[in-house]
Nanobody, 125 residues
Framework: QVQLVESGGGSVQAGGSLSLSCAASGSTRTNFCMAWFRQAPGKEREVVATFGRYESTSYADSVKGRFTISKDNADQTLYLRMNSLKPEDTAMYYC???????????????????WGQGSQVTVSS
């Protein structure tokens, strides 16, 4: 079993920055694909960014150039740095870990077995 515990998030005005962290514990393995998803009210959960083996990363077009995903393999912590935030970034953000066929933004929720508890990000205009 793998436990994912998120921290960070909060409220910020448009143009501001926030960071999220996700600490993995339990039966962690360094070849996990880890990802950040988000879900806004009334919308489907969507992938934001992924972090795979050999530190490969991918981003949804909507966040490319503004968000940065990173991972500290020493303590198995996944990060998401969010800059130039927009009101449309408002959502519950979840970290996830699993073994999708491709660790890429094309992966979907069913490809990930383990989930964090969620962190609210609210961006006001």
């Amino acid at each position: 079993q793998v436990q994912l515990v998120e921290s960070g998030g909060g409220s910020v005005q448009a143009g501001g920055s926030l960071s999220l962290s996700c600490a993995a514990s339990g039966s962690t393995r360094t070849n996990f694909c880890m990802a950040w998803f988000r879900q806004a009210p009334g919308k489907e959960r969507e992938v934001v960014a992924t972090f795979g083996r050999y530190e490969s990363t991918s981003y949804a077009d909507s966040v490319k150039g503004r968000f940065t995903i990173s991972k500290d393999n020493a303590d198995q912590t996944l990060y998401l740095r969010m800059n130039s935030l927009k009101p449309e970034d408002t959502a519950m953000y979840y970290c996830a870990a699993g073994y999708p066929f491709h660790c890429f933004v094309s992966a979907g929720s069913p490809d990930f077995k383990y989930w964090g508890q969620g962190s609210q990000v609210t961006v006001s205009s």
